[in-house]
């Protein structure tokens, strides 16, 4: 506060003294406010300073200035961040060596999560009313097309890159011990990933889905053993109305159940599986010992086979 | 040479994907081998130099001494993941202004499409129909592919390229992969997007679609090549085939895995069951090509004919 406010106040204090009338009033008015303003000051000052304060202490846990502890506890005390290690190879960070394919496999299905859940605000997966939906989306939704446009080409950029990925990891043979289990776990998640995009195929019901998804479970028909056409099928029982397909469809042909069967499967089933296996997959990354790689070449004279 | 046409089949936005395949798979397969050749070059070096490769740090990639070996995630990785999300959802943003995604007319069961073609990643499953039936091409083969898939590391007994980009020390696993995951899998993918027309007829790139074409061709079954027409007889001259085909194919299998020194101290290595998984799945995979040599070149439709299946 500086003199000339001071005096001011001085000033007032003395009028209040002499004469008492509608100034006095906001003079003591104006002293009452005083502490108020005097702790809001302090208040100011703090902010200034405010990684000291409760509630940013309370956010972040710890400094983010450069020193080693500070990056590793940011990765650490971060539930996103946690799951990479405080610490990588050093070789790994290159593009090279991984192509990042898994990342952004992740990333992908993250995009195509949110975009899939704005779509399903716009869509009913009842036949008639669902290609009306699209045509919505597509006319009239603000960014509607733009929305669905990312989630279908978001889709077909998933599974190139999960084919990359799982060629990426064959040739650096980072599926060997201990990551063999992971590798199963990873072929998994590229099944799942293939149906996720298969069951959103029909989703539009326009000609293109309907005839890609009749082709399709058409296969499903030819089951050993569980479909009316396949192998053994027949002797067991099986007709068009109690097979796999009619249980993949809910009828035997391709209709309105089988519209919502594969938005129940697309929308909430797959997803829910494929983070399931992603959190083992991604889980087990670390738990065998983080990136396989580049790891120093190792000679054939050095070879040693590990006990069966 | 009808360039209407070719364009469009490129031109679909379906199968723009395929069309980035084209482009991305040779890519990152030469990618990835010149790291392998690479790492071979140094290994070459380090076997012909014990002594060097005593103190070596045996990697290709830049080194200095003292320099640490590893790296905080916080900057180091976190900026190039954070980089390759923008790059990735610029790309995605682009694509998505500038090419809708596909909307035909509503569906109509009564209308069938011509040709009527699964998403561009099962065509291959689809192509397979040509070959094989059903039960085989569109059941038992994806699940033998997936299960395939999963006992590799499992059947894989080669200690070497852990962790590292190699083709040397792997010869005979990379290449099994690579015949699979391109010359199967991703070539009748393009085969079945790009050449395949109407009635799942073949139509060379560039050639027009014809609609009313028609094919004479008569397959047969292989018993009818002895004149044998009569079951049980034409399902044994069937199943004797298949047999032959394990017996001779098995046989060339084992003489291709013990062709050298090193792949012989692996196959030491492996146990009977092991060895066995192996050898079943590589010769189902071959099986395909066989069959595909089998249909073009003699017209064979089936090998095998049961009253149940037909292979």
């Known amino acids: ?308 | 040479m009808d360039w209407g046409q070719l364009w469009e089949i490129i031109s679909a936005p379906d199968n723009v994907p395929i069309v980035a395949l084209l482009f991305l798979i040779p890519f990152f397969t030469w990618y990835g081998f010149r790291q392998a050749l690479a790492n071979d070059r140094l290994i070459d070096r380090l076997t012909k130099d014990p002594e060097l490769a005593k103190t070596h740090h045996r990697k290709v990639e830049p080194y200095r001494e003292g320099w640490a070996q590893k790296l905080y995630v916080w900057p180091y990785l976190l900026r190039v993941e954070f980089l390759t999300a923008i790059i990735v959802t610029g790309i995605l943003m682009v694509w998505s202004i500038t090419l809708n995604a596909p909307l035909e007319e509503p569906a109509n069961p009564n209308l069938t499409m011509n040709p009527a073609k699964a998403p561009w990643y099962f065509l291959g499953l689809q192509e397979m129909l040509v070959y094989f039936d059903p039960w085989i091409a569109g059941v038992v083969m994806p699940t033998l592919i997936l299960v395939g898939l999963m006992i590799i590391p499992y059947v894989d007994c080669n200690p070497l390229g852990n962790g590292y980009y190699t083709f040397r020390q792997r010869k005979f696993a990379i290449l099994t992969f690579c015949f699979g995951f391109m010359v199967l899998w991703l070539s009748m993918v393009f085969i079945g997007t790009f050449i395949r027309g109407p009635g799942w007829m073949w139509f060379w790139p560039g050639e027009t679609w014809d609609h009313h074409r028609l094919v004479f061709e008569t397959n047969r079954d292989l018993h009818e090549l002895f004149g044998i027409t009569t079951q049980p007889w034409s399902g044994l001259v069937g199943a004797s085939a298949v047999g032959l085909y394990f017996v001779i194919f098995g046989w060339l299998t084992h003489k291709l895995f013990v062709w050298n020194k090193f792949n012989r101290k692996i196959y030491q290595q492996m146990t009977l069951v092991q060895y066995l998984t192996l050898q079943s799945f590589l010769l189902i995979m071959w099986a395909l090509p066989v069959k595909m040599f089998l249909r073009l070149v003699f017209r064979i439709k089936n090998v095998m004919v049961t009253p149940w299946f037909n292979i």
């Open chain 1, 1 to 308: 506060m500086n003199d000339d406010a001071k005096s001011k106040r001085e000033e007032s204090k003395s009028g209040e003294q002499s004469s008492a009338g509608p100034s006095s009033l906001i003079d003591r008015l104006k002293e009452a406010l005083n502490p108020f303003i005097a702790k809001g000051m302090q208040d100011l000052k703090a902010a200034k300073d405010y990684k000291r304060t409760q509630l940013w202490k309370s956010i972040f846990r710890h400094k983010l200035d450069e020193t080693p502890r500070s990056r590793a506890l940011a990765v650490l005390t971060n539930v996103f961040l946690h799951v990479q290690p405080a610490k990588v190879n050093r070789d790994a960070i290159r593009f090279g060596f991984t192509w990042g394919m898994g990342g952004i496999t992740l990333y992908l299905f993250i995009v195509l999560t949110i975009t899939g859940v704005f779509l399903m605000f716009y869509y009913h997966p009842t036949k008639g009313q669902a290609y009306q939906d699209i045509m919505y989306l597509h006319n009239d939704v603000p960014f509607g097309g733009l929305l669905r446009n990312m989630h279908r080409w978001g889709a077909h950029l998933m599974i190139i890159t999960v084919w990359l990925h799982m060629f990426r990891v064959f040739l650096t043979g980072s599926y060997k011990t201990p990551r063999e289990f992971n590798w199963t776990v990873g072929v998994i998640c590229l099944v799942l990933t293939l149906l996720l995009s298969f069951t959103g195929y029909l989703l539009p019901d326009d000609q293109l889905g309907f005839w890609a998804v009749t082709v399709g479970t058409n296969m499903a028909r030819a089951t050993p053993l569980l479909g009316h056409e396949g192998p053994f099928g027949a002797q067991l029982g099986m007709t068009a109305f109690n097979d796999v397909r009619f249980a993949l469809l809910g009828g035997s042909i391709v209709d309105a159940n089988a519209l919502l069967r594969a938005y129940i499967w697309h929308c909430i089933a797959i997803p829910l599986i494929l983070t399931i296996f992603l959190t083992v997959h991604f889980w087990r990354v670390r738990k065998d010992g983080s990136i396989s790689g580049p790891a120093p070449v190792m000679l054939e004279s050095e070879m040693k086979f590990p006990r069966k």
